[in-house]
């Protein structure tokens, strides 16, 4: 074998040296892509959960102060009801003495 046969022989070992060296190069970046957009992925899930259980806590207090406002006003109704109902008894009762004044002697 002569030298330019050598050297090209040890230029191709090289190449291909280089070739296997760049393609594994390859397919650990392809798995560093895979693993950072599988991470992204989970992080992603993960707020979309944090963001739904936020929102249904939000939820669930908004309704439970709903049902406060609701029962409170409730309440101020029956109170106010009950005191019409007594003013108008009061009245009334007054009316009939009036009346019972205005017949009898």
Known sequence: MDVSSRVLSELASREAA???QIEAAREEARREVEAAEA???????????RAAQMQAQHDQELGSEAERIRAEARARAEAEAQATRERASTRVQQAAELILRAVLP
């Not at 991470?39 to 959960?49: G, K, N």
Request: glycine residues 0%; negative net charge.
């Open 39 to 49: 991470q992204a992925a989970r992080i992603l899930a993960d707020a979309q959960a």
């Open 18 to 20: 280089l070739d296997a």
